[in-house]
C-alpha cells in the first residue's frame, strides 16, 4: 500500500528563517504529488502540485517543492518565512493507478515566531 | 464559483447510534471523495463517488456508506458509531477527468462520540 511520511511533525521558526518540509513517499510507480497547507480555523487548501515535467514546482505564497524520483522524495521549501504561514502543512500523494485518492502524511504543524 | 459545503458543522452523537453528513461538491464537478480526519493525523481515504456509483473505497469497514444525488451532493452515513469514528470528516470534489487530479476540500463536519 502507498504510504506518505512526513520527517516532522511540530517545526518552529522565527520569522524570516528559511524553511524545509521533509516527505517521502512509497510508491514505485507514476505519482502526483502535493502539499496542501490548513491555515488556523480554515479549510484544507492546495499549496502546489507535481504530476510531470520540471520537478522544482512552484506554488502559492513563495512556497516551491522539488521532486527527486531517486530519493521518493518531494519536500517544501521556503526561503523566508512570515508569520502568516503558521498553519498546518499535509503532503500527499495520489497513485495513477488508483485514480485521484489522496493519500497524505501525518501533517506538519509550523509555528512562526513573530 | 461556490466552493464545497459541509454541513452540519458540529455533531455530537452517542455510541451505537447512525450519523448522516451532507456535502455539496464545488460548481462544475462530478466527483466527491470522503476523508476521515482523526486528531493528529493526516485525513484517511474513506471512499469516493463518481456518477452516483462507488468508484474507490479505502479501508473502512461497511458500516461507512456514502451516497452522490444528481445534482453532484452527497451523504455519509455511519452506523453503529463507535468512540473512534470521532473526527473531522471532510468532503472533497474534484473532475475526475482532469489530470490533474486536483481536489477541492469542503470545511469539514467534526464528530464527536460519547
Known amino acids: 500500500a502507498q504510504s506518505v511520511s512526513q520527517h516532522n511533525h511540530h517545526v518552529i521558526l522565527s520569522e524570516a528563517a528559511s524553511l524545509e518540509l521533509g516527505c517521502n513517499y512509497s510508491?514505485?510507480?507514476?505519482?502526483?504529488l502535493f502539499w496542501y497547507v490548513q491555515y488556523p480555523g480554515q479549510h484544507l487548501q492546495l499549496l502546489l502540485k507535481y504530476f510531470s515535467g520540471d520537478p522544482l514546482v512552484k506554488g502559492i505564497k513563495g512556497f516551491e517543492a522539488e521532486f527527486i524520483k531517486s530519493k521518493f522524495s518531494f519536500n517544501l521549501r521556503k526561503p523566508s518565512v512570515q508569520w502568516s504561514d503558521t498553519a498546518e502543512y499535509f503532503c500527499a500523494v495520489t497513485v495513477m493507478e488508483y485514480g485521484n485518492k489522496l493519500v497524505f502524511g501525518a501533517g506538519t504543524i509550523l509555528r512562526v515566531k513573530s | 464559483e461556490t466552493g464545497v459545503t459541509q454541513s452540519p458543522t458540529h455533531l455530537i452523537k452517542t455510541r451505537g447510534q447512525q450519523v448522516t453528513l451532507r456535502c455539496s461538491s464545488q460548481?462544475?464537478?462530478?466527483?466527491v471523495s470522503w476523508y476521515q480526519q482523526a486528531l493528529g493525523q493526516g485525513p484517511q481515504f474513506i471512499f469516493q463517488y463518481y456518477r452516483e456509483e462507488e468508484n474507490g473505497r479505502g479501508n473502512f469497514p461497511p458500516r461507512f456508506s456514502g451516497l452522490q444525488f444528481p445534482n453532484y451532493s452527497s451523504e455519509l452515513n455511519v452506523n453503529a458509531l463507535e468512540l473512534d469514528d470521532s473526527a473531522l470528516y471532510l468532503c472533497?470534489?474534484?473532475?475526475?477527468?482532469?489530470?490533474?487530479?486536483?481536489?477541492?476540500f469542503g470545511p469539514g463536519t467534526r464528530l464527536t462520540v460519547t
Open positions: 472533497a470534489s474534484s473532475i475526475i477527468r482532469d489530470p490533474s487530479y486536483e481536489q477541492y
Open positions: 460548481s462544475g464537478h462530478n466527483t
Open positions: 510508491y514505485g510507480g507514476t505519482v502526483n
